[in-house]
T-cell receptor, first 114, second 113 residues
Framework: DADVTQTPRNRITKTGKRIMLECSQT?????MYWYRQDPGLGLRLIYY???????NKGEISDGYSVSRQAQAKFSLSLESAIPNQTALYFC?????????????FGPGTRLTVL | QQQVKQSPQSLIVQKGGIPIINCAYE??????FPWYQQFPGKGPALLIA?????SEKKEGRFTISFNKSAKQFSLHIMDSQPGDSATYFC????????????FGQGTRLTINP
């Protein structure tokens, strides 16, 4: 979805390096999410934010941190990357209207930690 | 702890067949059950969703069947086409509050011509 962009799209890094993945959205949504996708495990929630001042841990937040710089921007950081953080990372957005809340996903960032 | 279990992990069907993907959930507080479709190199996108007050929902060739007592729901694709080849994820959430989606493990579906 072009309304949700992620940078970089691919990144190879080494163990111990600090990495930042960035997400921007033009949908005007308040809610933003970071997921990781691993084969056989589906998508798992890392962090989510309902506005700039509201950030919450998800299912697998250890080893990750986030920053909500503005309504439209939500960044995910790996302070000291390790090989088992090799995965496909997705940012998503939603608004609070509507039953359940459809989430709109970005194109993903493929991260490889050597 | 996998709150939503999805099967099969992969599925191959001939064109025109009816692939069926199944999901089971544990948390009875869930009341919103979407299916997401993901093509290679793309993010998941909402395909169809159901609330537990109905047992079936159809949108075009896609149907969700829902069994509240068994805590199970499934996706059926009628007259499947090669363009339906993708990875499908079921999910569940509470419709109110945080609305956090819990995803199943995913099913890689291949429709052969």
């Amino acid at each position: 979805d072009a309304d949700v962009t992620q940078t970089p799209r691919n990144r190879i890094t080494k163990t111990g390096k600090r990495i930042m993945l960035e997400c921007s959205q033009t949908k005007g949504h308040d809610r933003m999410y970071w997921y990781r996708q691993d084969p056989g495990l589906g998508l798992r929630l890392i962090y989510y934010s309902f506005d700039v001042k509201d950030i919450n841990k998800g299912e697998i937040s250890d080893g990750y941190s986030v920053s909500r710089q503005a309504q439209a921007k939500f960044s995910l950081s790996l302070e000291s990357a390790i090989p088992n953080q090799t995965a496909l990372y997705f940012c998503a957005t939603s608004d609070q209207t509507g039953f359940g809340g459809e989430q709109f996903f970005g194109p993903g960032t493929r991260l490889t930690v050597l | 702890q996998q709150q939503v279990k999805q099967s099969p992990q992969s599925l191959i069907v001939q064109k025109g067949g009816i692939p069926i993907i199944n999901c089971a959930y544990e948390n009875t507080a869930f009341d919103y059950f979407p299916w997401y479709q993901q093509f290679p190199g793309k993010g998941p996108a909402l395909l169809i969703a159901i609330r537990p007050d109905v047992s079936e929902k159809k949108e075009g060739r896609f149907t969700i069947s829902f069994n509240k007592s068994a805590k199970q729901f499934s996706l059926h694709i009628m007259d499947s086409q090669p363009g339906d080849s993708a990875t499908y994820f079921c999910a569940a959430s509470r419709s109110q509050g945080a609305q956090k989606l819990v995803f199943g493990q995913g099913t890689r579906l291949t429709i052969n011509p």
